[in-house]
């Protein structure tokens, strides 16, 4: 064999070798890599719905804890309302027929009474006035209540501080002194001071200059 022979086989043999580590390092993995073989892994937990309570309570034509005070209504009476339509929204409320132009309603436990009135010259006229008085010391969470928790017991220092534009007003008859609130709706909201207690006693929401001293008599 000559040399020229011998340097060719020696050199084929080189190249065959080369091609085949050159394979062997094209499949391998390298070590300690993780080989893509299993699907990603997903949440199937669903987003928890928000569970925020609304703070405004049922509404319970029984109940005057759950009854709203806003610029217009009290509980289920809206004013300016026709009567007979704020008479139908309260079928347990009492309408005496020598009083025809008033409903009342009284807690069982006489804690508190409600009415709601029209001007007793018409037939059938619209809501002036809507008014709920406790007739023992109560908190705000026994009564109807705005949207700042002001209702029975609030002081007049929790009022003013709502509604610093209240104005101080003593009732004609009977000297009752009042907070008065003119909002955006059409009526007034008074909130009146139990003698000698500085407590709502009762609130009121009326067309009028001043809640009535007197509905039948």
């Known amino acids: 064999m000559t040399s020229t022979t011998t340097r060719n ?9 080369t091609a085949a580590l050159g394979g062997c390092a094209a499949t391998s993995a390298p070590a300690g890599s993780a080989t893509p073989t299993d ?17 405004e309570p049922t509404l319970d034509l029984n109940d005057p804890a759950s009854w709203i005070v806003t610029e217009n209504s009290i509980g289920p009476v809206q004013l300016g309302e026709p ?12 309408v005496d027929e020598t009083c025809s132009w008033a409903a009342f309603w009284n807690a069982p436990d006489h804690s508190l009474t409600a009415y709601f009135v029209h001007d007793s010259a018409e037939q059938d006229g619209e809501v002036t006035t809507i008014d709920v008085a406790a007739l023992v010391p109560l908190a705000p969470s026994d009564g109807p209540r705005t949207s700042d928790v002001l209702g029975f017991g609030s002081t007049r220092a929790e009022v003013l501080a709502a509604h610093p534009d209240a104005e101080e007003q003593t009732s004609t008859i009977g000297e009752a002194e009042m907070l008065r609130v ?15 207690r500085d407590a709502v006693s009762a609130i009121t929401l009326t067309l009028l200059d001043e809640p009535p001293y007197e509905v039948c008599g």
């Open 9 to 17: 086989i020696l050199l084929l043999g080189a190249v065959v070798m």
């Open 39 to 55: 699907p990603p892994v997903t949440s199937s937990a669903s987003p928890s719905p928000s569970t925020s309570p609304s703070d």
């Open 83 to 94: 009567f007979s339509q704020a008479r139908e929204a309260v079928p347990t409320w009492t």
């Open 182 to 196: 003119d909002g955006a709706g059409e009526g007034s909201l008074f909130f009146t001071f139990a003698e000698d």
